[in-house]
């Protein structure tokens, strides 16, 4: 059975990104340097699920346009979902399937391309 685990950074009242949508001070705070244990984390997920804004951002930090190498350290081979209302940059190499509506629509679709990992 496919779990799904949400798994995030964010300050104590509940936000992931500063009012310019940014996620840089998550690089400004003790343990951001602790990159293992989230790789750690990552071992047993089979494929990623974000929203666009998360995506957009990480595309922009990583400069994935020039260098799609970093999501594939990063992120392996992993499937990624993103949910948009629009298109969403590509990355090269990169198994990343842009999806809108409803999350509960796409659950077959993720499980399956979860092979077995967590979401």
Known sequence: MVRYVYCTASTLDGYLADDADSRDWLLNVPGAEQAGAFASFLDGVGTLVMGSTTFD???RHERLDEHPERWHDAYADRPAFVFSSREVAPVAG????HLHGAVSSHLAEIDAAAAGGDV
Do not use: F, K, Q
């Not at 990169?94 to 399937?97: G, N």
């Open 57 to 59: 951002w990480v595309y």
């Open 94 to 97: 990169a198994d990343i399937r």
